[in-house]
């Protein structure tokens, strides 16, 4: 008896938050959604400091994890404002958080990237043109300030979710568009965004 009311409540919960009672993580968003075409909203810098941020920027990293992603962009969580994580274990990508991100990029695309897109489920893996390299402003999870260079892997990663907050998905793009990209220019990114 006590454990049906117990389901019971955690099940209004979860109903009540948009999110699983059962383990720390939010539905994502596919294609369709409207917020996934929205212009992310910046982040008051004192939001940063409180708990619920905090764990809020727990849940997404337990999210991406758990879809096997090494990308997650707040959007695709139904949360329109200027956050990504990042990385982690097995993914080659160190785990970062970026708040507020400004990307500028450097040079032109020189790469077609293979990305599979966590809210594109099921158009499958597609075909980007990307920067090889790019320059991020950024505030971390404590509100830090940052600016780096990013290439590789990272720098796909980076444009991937900057592109969430801008409202683009990777079915947006058109390979064709970009005919000086060499074959052997190719690249494939193994986990999911
Ligand atoms: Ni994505």
């Given at each position: 008896?006590?454990?049906?009311?117990?389901?019971?409540?955690?099940?209004?919960?979860?109903?009540?938050?948009?999110?699983?009672?059962?383990?720390?993580?939010?539905?994502?968003?596919?294609?369709?959604?409207?917020?996934?075409?929205?212009?992310?909203?910046?982040?008051?810098?004192?939001?940063?400091?409180?708990?619920?941020?905090?764990?809020?920027?727990?849940?997404?990293?337990?999210?991406?994890?758990?879809?096997?992603?090494?990308?997650?962009?707040?959007?695709?969580?139904?949360?329109s404002k200027k956050i990504f994580v990042m990385g982690?274990?097995?993914?080659?990508?160190?785990?970062?958080?970026?708040?507020?991100?400004?990307?500028?990029?450097?040079?032109?695309?020189?790469?077609?990237?293979?990305?599979?897109?966590?809210?594109?489920?099921?158009?499958?893996?597609?075909?980007?043109?990307?920067?090889?390299?790019?320059?991020?402003?950024?505030?971390?999870?404590?509100?830090?300030?940052?600016?780096?260079?990013?290439?590789?892997?990272?720098?796909?990663?980076?444009?991937?979710?900057?592109?969430?907050?801008?409202?683009?998905?990777?079915?947006?793009?058109?390979?064709?568009?970009?005919?000086?990209?060499?074959?052997?220019?190719?690249?494939?990114?193994?986990?999911?965004?």
């Amino acid at each position: 008896m006590n454990q049906l009311f117990l389901v019971v409540i955690l099940s209004f919960c979860s109903l009540a938050h948009g999110r699983s009672a059962f383990f720390d993580t939010f539905p994502i968003l596919q294609a369709e959604h409207p917020t996934l075409r929205m212009l992310a909203q910046e982040v008051e810098l004192n939001e940063i400091d409180s708990p619920r941020f905090k764990s809020f920027i727990k849940d997404m990293f337990t999210t991406m994890k758990r879809n096997s992603g090494v990308g997650l962009a707040a959007p695709q969580i139904n949360f329109s404002k200027k956050i990504f994580v990042m990385g982690g274990f097995l993914t080659g990508v160190k785990k970062r958080v970026m708040i507020n991100p400004e990307v500028e990029f450097i040079g032109e695309p020189d790469k077609i990237s293979r990305e599979a897109c966590l809210s594109a489920h099921e158009h499958g893996p597609q075909r980007v043109p990307r920067y090889s390299k790019v320059y991020v402003s950024y505030y971390d999870e404590n509100g830090q300030f940052f600016e780096q260079e990013f290439s590789g892997y990272t720098a796909i990663v980076i444009q991937h979710e900057y592109d969430h907050l801008l409202g683009k998905l990777v079915i947006d793009y058109d390979e064709s568009l970009y005919p000086w990209i060499e074959a052997d220019n190719y690249v494939e990114i193994p986990y999911p965004l």
